[in-house]
């Protein structure tokens, strides 16, 4: 059975089960770096909100024959309730107008190339391999964190520049997710031994690896971005950084002399890409390089 095949299935026992107060649809959602999730739509009688529950975990555990169809639906029916009972506390969106939003508006990074098709119906700069997107914040309560997508069609609407959704942006984003700086050599040595036993990857000084995220732990690799913070970094140690892009949600700092290493870092960064970390949270495959002395990214 093909995972379409699959989701059709599903969500015509799930309307048998729900009944007539509730309609299901089928739908299919482009996500980070281009990875298709497919699932269902739930509304109940007159309900503005429709969650969806994805269906591609389920659809591995049938083939694995680890659950039955009907155990399927009766799993995706308690999701739903849930999803929707957790919605109902959300903060009500009274308006997407601008005014409501502006103080709202934080940006993240993702990675170009692998998100092309996105990239089309967003707003977004350019950033080396990366591109700047934003975001409209809903509600944060950690972990949990909700957002509204900033598309062309919403810019459009607004009738402000891309220049001007980045300098909100800059204001709001370090105020909302403040950045977390934290000591981790240590730590990630003991996490994944394997990658670092062989390489020293600090200066004389035997400094800690720096890793920067922010608060949430949520999309922090765009604490990179905010105004002064790698700057404050140089100033404070006195050195170069390479900044190895971990994920979507993390970055890590490793002082450095020159960028010599730029090339054997990039093959480390590759292999855990594709052994570590998912599909949905790379950020990229590149290294950069971050100069004490021009404070800017080489």
């Not at 981790?184 to 996490?191: N, S």
Request: proline fraction near 4%; hydrophobic fraction near 40%.
């Amino acid at each position: 059975m093909t995972l379409k095949h699959f989701v059709d299935e599903v969500a015509e026992e799930l309307q048998n089960y729900l009944g007539d107060h509730y309609e299901v649809q089928t739908t299919t959602t482009l996500k980070n770096n281009s990875v298709e999730l497919s699932g269902v739509r739930i509304r109940q009688d007159d309900d503005c909100m429709l969650p969806t529950i994805y269906l591609n975990d389920f659809y591995q555990l049938y083939c694995k024959n680890a659950l039955t169809l009907l155990e399927i639906v009766k799993k995706v029916a308690k999701g739903f309730e849930e999803s929707r009972e957790s919605i109902q506390q959300l903060p009500i969106i009274n308006s997407t107008q601008l005014e409501h939003c502006k103080d709202k508006i934080v940006y993240r990074l993702i990675s170009k190339k692998r998100n092309k098709e996105l990239l089309k119906s967003i707003p977004y700069i350019p950033f080396m391999d990366l591109a700047i997107t934003f975001q409209v914040v809903i509600s944060i309560n950690p972990p949990s964190f909700h957002s509204m997508k900033i598309t062309n069609e919403l810019l459009e609407k607004w009738g402000i520049s891309i220049e001007k959704l980045i300098q909100l942006a800059n204001v709001n984003t370090p105020r909302i997710l403040p950045p977390r700086i934290v000591d981790m050599g240590d730590m990630l040595q003991e996490l994944q031994p394997d990658l670092f036993l062989e390489m020293d990857l600090t200066n004389d000084k035997k400094m800690d690896m720096i890793v920067i995220t922010n608060t949430l732990g949520v999309n922090g690799a765009a604490a990179i971005l905010y105004p002064d913070l790698l700057t404050s970094l140089c100033n404070k140690y006195k050195t170069n950084f390479y900044v190895i892009p971990s994920s979507i949600h993390e970055v890590i700092l490793v002082p450095a002399e020159n960028d010599s290493m730029t090339e054997e870092l990039k093959l480390l960064v590759q292999d855990v890409n594709r052994q570590f970390v998912d599909m949905e949270e790379i950020l990229s495959d590149q290294v950069y390089y971050f100069e004490y002395t021009t404070k800017k990214f080489q």
